[in-house]
């Protein structure tokens, strides 16, 4: 059973920056295609970015290009999410999610795991 742990949240000015992690714990996180989604109050869940098992896709949505980057130090079996230049729309609970050796997706309802989720606000 794979256990995910998001931590990093907090409160930010606009511009600033934050780390947001995810442990996983009960599999090696390097056989782990790991999403990242942000869920603001009142609206559906969305993608921001992913990194598969074996490194070969980091896809990330189009509002976040350039500004957060997706990372993974397998020797802590954890999987970062940096977030640089934030904005007040970035404003959001953010999940991790994981699949076993699987192919990036944009769909949440490909992942089998999922964190219990750490909130993020920017203010303006």
């Known amino acids: 059973q794979v256990q995910l742990v998001e931590s990093g949240g907090g409160l930010v000015q606009a511009g600033g920056s934050l780390r947001l992690s995810c442990a996983a714990s009960g599999y090696t996180i390097s056989w782990l295609t790991i999403g990242w989604f942000r869920q603001a109050s009142g609206k559906e869940r969305e993608f921001v970015a992913a990194?598969?098992?074996?490194?070969?896709?980091?896809p990330y949505t189009d509002s976040v290009k350039g500004r957060f980057t997706i990372s993974r130090d397998n020797a802590k079996n954890t999987v970062y999410l940096q977030m640089n230049s934030l904005k007040s729309e970035d404003t959001a609970v953010y999940f991790c999610?994981?699949?076993?050796?699987?192919?990036?997706?944009?769909?949440?309802?490909?992942?089998?795991?999922w964190g219990q989720g750490t909130q993020v606000i920017v203010s303006s």
């Open positions: 999610a994981a699949k076993i050796r699987s192919g990036t997706s944009y769909q949440p309802s490909i992942y089998d795991y």
């Open positions: 990194i598969s098992w074996n490194e070969g896709s980091t």
